[in-house]
C-alpha cells in the first residue's frame, strides 16, 4: 500500500498542513490585531501603571511584527500563549483538553452520520421509485433542510421535557467539569443533533451511486451466480458505491466542527466549539488565534487521512 | 394511440409539430410543472415573497414594541403565534424576519454568480497558468471552515447585513466558479464555439454569446441550491449572536432567543425555527426540481 511515492505524497502533505496551519493563525493574528480594543482595554484599569504592566505582560507592548514572530515561535513549539480574561490559562493544555470533550461528540456525530447516511441511501437505491425511496429521499431533502439547533431544540424538546420520565433528565449537562466527560447516553442526542444534516447528505450520495453500481455487469454477474441479494449489495455493490461517498468525508469534518459550535452551545457541552463562541465574545482573542490555529491543523490532517482512506478503498488510485 | 408504423395520424402529427417547436426551457418548465414538490416549493416561497413585501409596508403589531401582551405568553387570537421573552408579538417579527432571510439569501448569490462567473470564466477560457492558480486558490477555500472565517470576518467587519451577505458569499463562491470553470472547459471544445471562432468571432463574443447562455442552466440550480445555504449561515451566525443588530428580527435569533424558556414556551423556539426549516426545505425542493427539469439525464 506504502510505495515510496505515496510516501513523498504523504510527506508533501504534512508540510503543506504546517504551511496552512502557521498562514491561517498568521492571518487571524494580523486581522484581529488590527481590531480596536482587546479583553484588557475593556477593564478600564485605573493605574496606567498597572495597565502597561499587562499589556508588558503579553507582550501587547511590543510592535506588531516582533509579537507575531513570538508568536510564530511559540506555535512551532507547540505553545499558543495564555488566555486574556483567565490569567495564567495556558491555552494549548486548555485546548487539548476540551478537544478531547469534542472528539467525544464529534466522534458520535461521525459515526451517526454514517451509518444512519448509508443505511438509508442503500435501502432507498434497492428499492427505486417506491415508496420507501420516496420516504427517504424526502426525510433526506427535510433532514438537510433543517438547521442544526431546530433539531437540537427539537431533541431538547421531547427527550429532555416530554419524556422526562422516560430519560431521567439525562440529556442535561452539569456545567462543571471534572475532566472525563460523557457518558454513553449523553453523548447520543447531541451527537445525532451534529451529526443528522451531514447523514442526509450522505444517504444522498449514497443512493446515487448505488443506483449507477446496482446497473453494471459485474453485479448482474454475482446475482446470476446465485448469490443472495443481500451479499450482492454488501460485498460486491456497496463497497464499489461507496467511493464517491468518501470525498464527502472532508467536508464531513468541517461540517462537524463548525457544527460543533452551535451544538456544543445548546447542550453546554465543555468542548472547543463552546471555548470558540466564548472567547469571540469575550474578545479573548489569543484563544481564538489559537483555536483558528487548532482547528487548521485538525481540518488539514482529516483531509489527510481521507486522501489515505481512498487509497485503501479503492486501489486504482495511487499517488 | 395505436397506428400502423409509418401512417401520421394529424393528431400525431400535430403533436410532433409541437414538440419540435419546444425550446430547452419550454421543455425544462414542462418537466418542473409535473414535479409535484418543485410547484408546491414555488407556492410556497412566493407565499414568502409576499409576505416579506406585505411587511415592509403593514405589520399586525409593531416589531419592537416591547410588552404588548404578557411575556412568554403562548398563542393567542390577538398574538396567533404568541409573543416572546420581552412581550413582542413574534407572528410580526416572523414576517419581518422573513426580510433578512431572503436579503441575505438572494444577495450571497447575486454576489456568488457574480465572482463565480468572471473567475470561472477566466480558468476555464484561458486555461494554462491562469487556470492553475485559480484552481489552487479554489482548493485552499475549500478547505477552510467556513461557519468560522464568516465569523470571523463579521467580527473584524463589524455587525451589519451588508457585511454579514458578504461573508457568507466570501465562504460559498468557490462552489459556483469551480462549475463554471468546469462548464466553460467542456463548451469551448463544442462545434459551436469551434464555427463561431472560424467565423471570426472575438473572445469577448464568444465568451458572453456562446459559451455562458449555455451554462445558465447549470448555474441557475446552483444558485438555486445556494439560497438556503446562505439563509442557514445567517441563521448560524444569528443563532451566535452575531447577525443582523437587533431590534431587527431574524429568523435565527428570535430561536436563540426563545431558547432558555424552551421548557415553559416552546413557541418561541418553535415559530421561527419552523418558519425557516420550511423555508429552506421549499428552496431545496425547488433546486432538485430544477436540476431535474433541466438536466433530465441526470436523474438521481
Redesign the interface.
Known amino acids: 500500500m506504502f510505495t515510496r511515492g505515496s510516501l513523498l505524497y504523504i510527506g508533501q502533505r504534512l508540510i503543506l498542513i504546517l504551511f ?1 496551519a502557521v498562514a ?1 493563525s498568521s492571518i ?1 493574528f494580523l ?2 490585531h ?2 480596536p480594543g482587546n479583553a484588557l482595554l475593556n477593564e478600564r484599569h485605573p493605574d496606567p501603571a498597572a495597565q502597561a504592566e499587562l499589556l508588558h505582560y503579553y507582550h501587547l507592548d511590543l510592535p506588531l511584527a516582533q509579537q507575531y514572530f513570538l508568536f510564530v515561535g511559540g506555535v512551532f513549539h507547540g505553545d499558543l500563549g495564555e488566555s486574556l480574561v483567565n490569567r495564567s490559562v495556558q491555552i494549548t493544555p486548555l485546548l487539548l483538553r476540551e478537544a478531547r470533550v469534542s472528539a467525544e461528540v464529534g466522534g458520535a456525530a461521525i459515526v451517526f452520520t454514517i451509518g444512519i447516511g448509508i443505511v438509508l441511501g442503500v435501502i432507498a437505491a434497492v428499492r427505486q421509485n417506491t415508496w420507501v425511496d420516496y420516504v427517504a429521499t ?1 426525510t433526506s ?2 433532514g ?4 442544526n ?2 433539531v437540537a ?2 431533541l ?2 421531547f427527550f ?2 416530554y419524556f422526562y420520565k422516560w430519560t431521567g433528565g439525562t440529556i442535561y449537562y452539569n456545567s462543571g467539569w471534572t475532566g472525563s466527560w460523557g457518558t454513553l447516553d449523553q453523548i447520543v442526542v447531541p451527537g445525532f443533533a451534529l451529526g443528522f444534516p451531514y447523514a442526509s447528505i450522505v444517504a ?1 450520495l449514497t ?2 451511486s448505488m ?1 449507477e453500481v446496482i446497473r453494471q455487469d459485474y453485479v448482474r454477474t454475482a446475482r446470476a451466480k446465485g448469490l443472495t441479494d443481500r451479499i450482492v449489495i454488501i460485498r460486491h455493490a456497496l463497497r464499489n458505491a461507496l467511493i464517491p461517498v468518501v470525498t464527502i468525508l ?2 464531513l469534518v ?1 461540517g462537524i ?3 460543533s ?2 451544538i456544543e ?2 447542550f453546554g457541552i465543555p468542548g472547543l466549539g463552546k471555548e ?2 466564548t472567547s ?2 469575550q474578545r479573548d482573542y489569543n484563544i ?1 488565534i489559537g483555536l ?1 490555529t487548532f ?2 491543523i485538525i ?2 490532517a482529516a ?1 489527510l487521512l481521507v486522501d489515505l482512506l481512498y487509497t485503501v478503498i479503492d486501489p486504482r488510485i495511487r499517488y | 394511440m395505436a397506428t400502423a408504423p409509418g401512417l401520421v395520424t394529424p393528431e400525431a402529427y400535430v403533436d410532433t409539430l409541437a414538440r419540435e417547436q419546444s425550446s430547452l426551457w419550454g421543455d425544462a418548465w414542462r418537466r418542473l410543472r409535473r414535479n409535484r414538490l418543485a410547484l408546491a416549493s414555488t407556492v410556497f416561497l412566493t407565499f414568502v415573497i409576499l409576505v416579506a413585501i406585505v411587511a415592509q409596508f403593514w405589520l399586525p403589531y409593531s416589531y419592537f414594541a416591547e410588552g404588548i401582551a404578557p411575556i412568554y405568553q403562548g398563542p393567542t387570537a390577538q398574538h396567533l403565534l404568541g409573543v416572546d421573552d420581552l412581550g413582542r408579538d413574534i407572528l410580526s417579527r416572523i414576517m419581518l424576519g422573513s426580510q433578512v432571510s431572503l436579503k441575505v439569501g438572494i444577495g450571497t448569490q447575486v454576489i456568488v454568480i457574480a465572482v463565480g462567473v468572471v473567475v470561472g470564466l477566466i480558468a476555464g477560457f484561458y486555461r494554462g497558468v491562469v487556470d492553475t492558480i485559480i484552481s489552487t486558490i479554489i482548493n485552499i477555500f475549500y478547505g477552510i471552515p467556513d461557519l468560522l472565517v464568516a465569523l470571523v470576518l463579521v467580527l473584524l467587519l463589524g455587525r451589519s447585513l451588508g457585511i454579514i451577505i458578504f461573508a457568507i458569499a466570501f465562504t460559498q463562491w468557490m462552489t459556483m466558479a469551480r462549475l463554471v470553470r468546469g462548464q466553460t472547459l467542456a463548451l469551448r471544445e463544442r462545434e459551436f464555439v469551434e464555427a463561431a471562432r472560424a467565423g471570426g468571432a472575438k473572445a469577448n463574443k464568444i465568451i458572453f454569446r456562446h459559451i455562458l447562455p449555455n451554462a445558465l442552466g447549470p448555474m441557475i440550480v446552483q444558485a438555486t441550491i445556494g439560497v438556503p445555504m446562505a439563509i442557514l449561515f445567517e441563521a448560524f451566525l444569528s443563532f451566535l449572536g452575531l447577525g443582523v443588530p437587533p431590534p431587527t428580527p431574524s429568523w435565527g435569533a428570535m430561536a436563540a432567543d426563545g431558547f432558555h424558556a424552551l421548557r415553559i414556551s416552546p413557541h418561541i423556539v418553535l415559530a421561527p425555527a419552523i418558519a425557516l426549516s420550511l423555508t429552506l426545505m421549499a428552496f431545496n425542493f425547488l433546486g432538485d426540481g430544477l436540476r431535474d427539469a433541466l438536466d433530465p439525464r441526470q436523474k438521481r
Not at chain 1, 438537510?144 to 438547521?147: I, L
Open positions: 496552512t491561517v487571524v486581522g484581529i488590527r481590531l424526502t431533502v427535510i438537510y433542510s433543517m438547521p439547533f431546530v431544540s427539537l431538547f424538546l429532555g421535557i444522498r443512493r446515487a443506483l472532508g467536508p468541517i466542527v463548525t457544527g459550535v452551535v452551545n445548546i470558540f463562541a469571540i465574545l481564538v483558528f482547528y487548521a481540518i488539514a483531509n
